[in-house]
Structure formats: structure tokens, C-alpha cells
């Protein structure tokens, strides 16, 4: 399955969701905000990160250009229950798979997850 780069803030949000992914045999690496989400970046590839928008320290969209810039086959999902900030995402459909509403059921996340990966054809047996 893939190596998933997870990043929010919120610790419980954190933990629910890497439990979820890992439920679908994906490897799960957390950060708690944006420069931490870099700093996972340069420690091993990654086929997909799963970040929350609003962060303090770095945003989650400033993490996905720096990301991108970086690491241009990272496919990015972002997350957000913020409509100004779903907004702000608008414009970065080059860079961003998809952006989730929060709030989202485990099942959606996890769907949007696999799909994407999917049709990037990011699987692999690891």
C-alpha cells in the first residue's frame, strides 16, 4: 500500500485519522503542523500527504507548494471545515488532488484516499 505523510494540528484528529488509513495497510507517518510536515518530508518518500489547511506555524497550503516544489510526484489532498480556506485552494488544482470538507466521515476520507491513489497509480505492494 502507500507511505501516507498525515498532518494537523489537533492531536485527536491526528490519531483518528492515521487509524483509519492504517486500517487499509498504509504506512502512516504523522507531523503536527507544516514545518514539522517538511521536516517528515526530507526523512523518506512519500506517495501521498494528507494535510489539514488551517495550521499555525505553516499553513497547510504553504506546505503543499514548498512540498510540490520539492517533491513534484507527491500527490497532495487537503482538508479543511473552513470555507474561506477551501477557497484559497481553489487555485491550487495544479498541485492539489482533492480537498476535503470537513467535517468528513472515515469512510469518505478513506475512499478519497484510495481513489486518488488510484488513479495516480501510487498502489504498491510494500
Known sequence: MARILLVDDEEPIRG???????????????AIDGSDGLDRLAEGAFDLMLTDIRMPLMDGIALSLAAKRDYPDLIILLMTGFADQRERARGLDAIVADVLTKPFTL??????VSRTLRAAGAVVAR
Open 107 to 112: 469512510a469518505d476520507m478513506r475512499a478519497t
Open 16 to 30: 483518528f485519522l492515521k487509524r483509519g488509513l492504517e486500517m487499509d495497510g498504509h504506512t502512516v507517518v504523522t
